[in-house]
């Protein structure tokens, strides 16, 4: 057990659809990471949130957004959803903005139909 | 983008033998951490070894770290059916800025009782 809690577990949305994920830190850590998994492969880097600011994106387009609150607690938004973005949303919380140790959630598995 | 890849793909041995697989990279790293992922859930951290260490052991678990050829190997040794997963490399690149760690494809570990 990592602490690190995300809902919803499994999630089916339609092409074009918005989605929310959310991630719960854990107690203490103030950045918190989120990643695609698509099948097959290892996580992708998302966007990396630091005291509720945007402090690092990896290569994906404007439709993913996040917001980080000030208890640390995070979501991930995609709008516009298409097919390829079915994956296992994973976040991640850490005590320090740098490569450290990350803490990973179980991790949200979306299907886009 | 994937940072490298994991070798072999997959691995099959007996409960009891030794397990290892071997991580290559491409850029300069801070550090580099194994991960265990177990059908697809959440990833639990394994090991970090800095830039500036040849080998670190932690349990069952050695790693070393090779920054010359760019490539890390983990070993685990007396295997057990639990040690069956999926396992990742990752890396803290050092070009600067918080864009989260670089997954590599990971190796399906399957031990026979």
């Known amino acids: 057990e990592t602490g690190v809690t995300q809902s919803p577990t499994h999630l089916i949305k339609t092409r074009g659809q918005q989605v929310t994920l959310r991630c719960s830190s854990q107690?203490?850590?103030?950045?918190v990471s989120w990643y695609q998994q698509a099948l097959g492969q290892g996580p992708q880097f998302i966007f990396q949130?630091?005291?509720?600011?945007?402090?690092g994106r990896g290569n994906f387009p404007p439709r993913f957004s996040g917001l980080q609150f000030p208890n640390y607690s995070s979501e991930l938004n995609v709008n516009a959803l298409e097919l390829d973005d079915s994956a296992l949303y994973l976040c991640?919380?850490?005590?320090?903005?740098?490569?450290?140790?990350?803490?990973f959630g179980p991790g949200t598995r979306l299907l886009v139909l | 983008s994937q940072q490298g890849e994991e070798d072999p793909q997959a691995l099959s041995i007996q409960e009891g033998e030794n397990a290892t697989m071997n991580c290559s990279y491409k850029?300069?790293?801070?550090?580099l951490q194994w991960y265990r992922q177990n059908s697809g859930r959440g990833l639990v951290h394994l090991i970090l070894i800095r830039s500036n260490e040849r080998e670190k052991h932690s349990g069952r678990l050695r790693v070393t770290l090779d920054t010359s050829k760019k490539s890390s190997s983990l070993l685990i040794t007396a295997s057990r059916a639990a040690d069956t997963a999926s396992y990742f490399c990752?890396?803290?690149?050092?070009?600067?800025?918080?864009?989260?760690?670089?997954f590599g494809k990971g190796t399906h570990l399957i031990i026979q009782p």
């Open positions: 949130y630091y005291r509720e600011e945007e402090n």
């Open positions: 991640a919380s850490s005590l320090f903005v740098s490569g450290e140790t990350q803490y």
């Open positions: 107690s203490g850590h103030n950045t």
């Open positions: 850029t300069s790293i801070n550090n």
């Open positions: 990752a890396t803290d690149d050092s070009g600067g800025g918080a864009d989260g760690l670089t």
